[in-house]
């Protein structure tokens, strides 16, 4: 109820920016948001530590690799050059319809005169720039062959930083050493929040006031 208030009933609170304001397209996007957020299981990846799984809707499509649909000419030549964008969510296109992300609109821009350029969308949600060079390596690794790449980043390193309170952490890092180095208590505590914010919708933010005590608790335990 407190959301509905704080939304005027909207379903996503982005639905009330000026933006968006009588498009006739923002109301499936935002249910595309919805759902892609109610499907979202973020799986696990080794060095990268999760990616983002398949989805399929009108304005928001990843394969199975979690790579997004992005905008490209419809006949490219096989001498086409390729570029990867990689960052967060902001790179991802969070907000966004598939051809309308950054990555698309930078296609959009190189393919203006000519046809010459395919730009893939490796945009994953809290990614740091430290599993972006490493998400480039593997893909490196398993044979893929970009031009030019791209990097846009800044917002996830800045919070994940503070957050976390080490300039070198990734997301989660304090849950994962918790699980790892900590207490029975700390590591009991750490996994109830996490079954909170897996499992309840309607606790969520309860869980989040839980934040709060988080390094009292870790302290006192």
Known sequence: HLAEALTGGASDVRELFASYKDKEWAEDLFKDYKKYGEDYTPSYTPFLLWKDTEFHSKYINMNAEGVRQTWNPPALPSSSKKVYVLGGSSTLGSGSRDEYTIPSYISKL???????????????????????????????RDGHRPDYVVFYDGHNDVVTAYEEGDPAALLFDGVRRAQLEGSSFGRIWTNFKEFLTRNCKTCRAAASLIRVFDKGAARQY
């Open 110 to 140: 190189l393919n203006e005169t000519k046809p010459q350029y395919e730009v893939a969308n490796y945009g994953t949600p809290a990614y740091r720039f430290p599993q972006e060079v490493m998400k480039l390596v593997l893909l490196l």
